[in-house]
């Protein structure tokens, strides 16, 4: 079973557009991520809830929104695409329960946006 | 704000010998983590190795260890017995101690291991 999933895997779209990924954790976690991963294959957090809460929100345009349905999901959604937005977009979840698992973040397999 | 440094932009290796990832980092936070990631081409970003800054000694997993030197601020991986499944981008990673704190990477090491 996958643990942490996103859809799509590659997503290819025009200047302009809205776009959204979407991302689901089956571990039972209660805290989800978004990161990006520029060309260079810098990592950099853009967000972070806790049990649907925004907990953290770095210097991202105001164009990417996320949401958190419930807090097994965590989607991303981003208007008027630009091309400085193609990157790899990793979703990831963690726990604070104490545990094996305690403290690491468990990522997805990443979505490949490309914006033409 | 904590920065993490991996000086080592490139690295390769021979199948089956040793090879050490470098991994420098500040912070004034007394409890932390750090990590190493692996990420193969298919980009899926794998957890390596982890180091509780409380403990002194150094953690491993399998043909992977780490040198930690925390008054240095230094953590390094070794790779023993280099496979050429080893090969890809290792992230080093630190993390503030407490629940739902962000991960900071490095830049990021690319490690080929050739026959």
């Known amino acids: 079973d996958t643990a942490v999933s996103q859809t799509p895997k590659y997503l290819v779209t025009q200047m302009g557009n809205d776009k959204s990924i979407k991302c689901e954790q089956n571990l039972g976690h209660d805290t989800m991520y978004w990161y990006k991963q520029d060309s260079k294959k810098f990592l950099k957090i853009m967000f972070s809830y806790n049990n649907k809460e925004l907990i953290i929100n770095e210097t991202v345009p105001n164009r990417f929104s996320p949401k958190s349905p419930d807090k097994a999901h965590l989607n991303l959604h981003i208007n008027s695409l630009e091309l400085g937005d193609s990157a790899v977009y990793f979703c990831?979840?963690?726990?604070?329960?104490?545990?094996?698992?305690?403290?690491?973040?468990?990522f997805g397999p990443g979505t490949r946006l490309t914006v033409l | 704000a904590q920065t993490v440094t991996q000086s080592q932009p490139e690295m390769s290796v021979q199948e089956a010998e040793t090879v050490t990832l470098s991994c420098t980092y500040d912070t004034s936070e007394s409890n932390y983590y750090l990590f190493w990631y692996k990420q193969p081409p298919s980009r899926q970003m794998i957890l390596v190795i982890r180091q509780e800054a409380y403990k002194q000694q150094n953690a491993t997993e399998n043909r992977f260890s780490v040198n930690f030197q925390k008054a240095a601020k230094s953590f390094s991986l070794k790779i023993s017995d280099s496979q050429l499944g080893d090969t890809a981008m290792y992230f080093c990673a630190f993390r503030r101690g407490g629940s739902n704190y962000k991960l900071t990477f490095g830049k990021g090491t690319l490690l080929t291991v050739n026959p």
């Open positions: 990831a979840s963690s726990s604070a329960l104490p545990g094996r698992s305690y403290n690491e973040q468990f």
